[in-house]
């Protein structure tokens, strides 16, 4: 079972900051935040990633709780290319002392002109 | 962008028959997985390898096998295809070095009649 919470769905007027909300209140002290999105039927592209602090780069930023139990993906200024499911995934150990994504349903952004 | 290759991209075969997906990459990562994603869900792991002839079951295993003879190939084989496996097929690539993330390829799609 996946480990996030998202909003099936949300609007952004183009140029407007998009502020995609994530639930992972059971997440483990030592596991990743990762955000992607996936443009109509092309792989998941990756956005950002964190554990416990607020990351930045050139695509977008993440607010990790401080208590980590939900994260904000921020993208600025949104434009209409960034109209795409947002996955937010925690990734978790598995027995063979590998990593594994957990993938929800995401969060469908549309973007308005 | 990662270098992933996944063949063939688009796929059309009968129940019963075998099918081989294939993915390559060019970035010598040790870790490979094998997605596969239906309407309205988000990707759901199958398999994955974590190196050379080391691999291990994903949530929805069942009906597909793998192999990974060498560090730049993993092959996904549905020994006898049917229709609930009619999807389209993502490969992912990772290092895990310092959390690294995921990078996927393409995604091939698989209908099967």
């Known amino acids: 079972d996946a480990k996030t919470t998202q909003p099936p769905s949300m609007d952004c007027a183009e140029g407007r900051a998009a502020n995609l909300p994530c639930n992972h209140s059971t997440i483990s002290g030592n596991e990743y935040v990762y955000w992607y999105r996936q443009i109509h039927s092309q792989g998941p592209q990756y956005i950002i990633h964190?554990?416990?602090n607020n990351e930045t780069n050139e695509m977008a930023s993440l607010i990790i709780t401080e208590d980590r139990k939900s994260s904000t993906l921020i993208l600025p200024h949104a434009t209409l290319r960034d109209t795409a499911v947002y996955y937010c995934?925690?990734?978790?150990?598995?027995?063979?002392?590998?990593?594994?994504?957990?993938f929800g349903t995401g969060t469908r952004l549309k973007v308005l002109a | 962008d990662a270098g992933i290759t996944q063949s063939p991209r688009h796929k059309v075969t009968e129940t019963g028959t075998p099918v081989t997906l294939r993915c390559h990459q060019t970035?010598?990562?040790?870790?490979m997985y094998w997605y596969r994603q239906d309407p309205g869900h988000g990707l759901r792991l199958i398999h994955y390898?974590?190196?050379?002839?080391?691999?291990d079951k994903g949530e929805v295993s069942d009906g597909y096998s793998v192999s990974r003879s060498k560090t730049e190939d993993f092959l996904l084989t549905l020994e006898s295809a049917t229709s609930s496996q009619t999807s389209v097929y993502f490969c992912?690539?990772?290092?895990?070095?310092?959390?690294?993330?995921?990078?996927f390829g393409d995604g091939t799609r698989l209908s099967i009649l």
């Open positions: 992912a690539i990772s290092d895990q070095i310092s959390n690294q993330p995921q990078h």
């Open positions: 390898s974590y190196g050379v002839k080391d691999t």
């Open positions: 995934i925690v990734r978790v150990a598995s027995t063979s002392g590998t990593y594994k994504y957990i």
């Open positions: 964190g554990l416990k």
């Open positions: 970035e010598n990562h040790r870790y």
